[in-house]
């Protein structure tokens, strides 16, 4: 059997002391859940869109079609980089104003922070109202893009769509792909057609 020393002893109980104060301050950070990206720009967009005045930001799919907006080439770069630019500026504004999570705070308190701070900065009115125009966008397309399921934004708005509606074999990459090929010329072939 090992001989345990006054020194050994010492460092065992002041140790164990430490790690016993120290246990709830690790459950407490420990529990903190980070705000995702998704909750972030949800919790934003429902203050353009609130509860109550339409179908819910989840229900037209707004973070989906943001998303395939973000993604899709075709869809104006310009935009869809200022968009990325202010949700990064929008980041870095919750951090000065010491904010950890945006979606954690209530509604109320959501709305009056975008109400001080809209006045002041011109790229977040810019800003939001891209998002108010990528939430319209999700009202209005088709559920087959994954969005506006169960068409809540066309019954909310009365809207009668159109005929045919997409399937598989005409959506809109599969449309874009085929006016891709059809439109590919090259300064060789324009000079092979004169």
Same mark, same amino acid.
């Given at each position: ?11 065992? @109980?002041?140790?164990? &002391?430490?790690?016993? !104060?120290?246990?709830?301050? @690790?459950? $407490? !950070? ?13 919790? $934003? !967009? ?5 509860? &109550? ?21 075709? *869809? ?5 980089? !200022? ?5 990064? /500026? ?55 893009? /994954? @969005?506006?399921?169960?068409?809540? /934004? ?8 159109? @005929? ?7 959506? *809109? ?22």
């Amino acid at each position: 059997m090992k001989k345990l020393t006054r020194r050994k002893f010492g460092l065992s @109980v002041v140790s164990t &002391g430490f790690f016993i !104060a120290l246990s709830p301050v @690790v459950q $407490i !950070a420990c529990s903190r859940k980070t705000e995702t990206e998704q909750e972030l720009l949800e919790s $934003i !967009a429902e203050v353009l869109f609130p509860p &109550g005045f339409g179908p819910s930001i989840k229900e037209i799919g707004f973070y989906n079609h943001l998303q395939f907006t973000l993604k899709d080439k075709n *869809y104006d770069p310009d935009i869809r980089q !200022a968009i990325r630019n202010g949700l990064s /500026g929008f980041k870095k504004l919750l951090q000065q104003n010491d904010i950890p999570s945006f979606s954690g705070l209530s509604l109320a308190e959501r709305e009056k922070f975008i109400e001080e701070k809209i006045n002041d900065n011109k790229w977040l009115q810019s800003w939001l109202s891209r998002l108010q125009t990528v939430i319209a966008e999700a009202c209005f397309l088709d559920p087959y893009y /994954g @969005v506006n399921q169960h068409q809540t /934004g066309w019954k909310w708005t009365h809207h009668h769509y159109g @005929v045919p509606r997409p399937d598989d074999t005409a959506d *809109y990459l599969k449309l874009l792909a085929i006016k891709k090929k059809t439109e590919v010329f090259t300064l060789e072939n324009v000079k092979e057609l004169l």
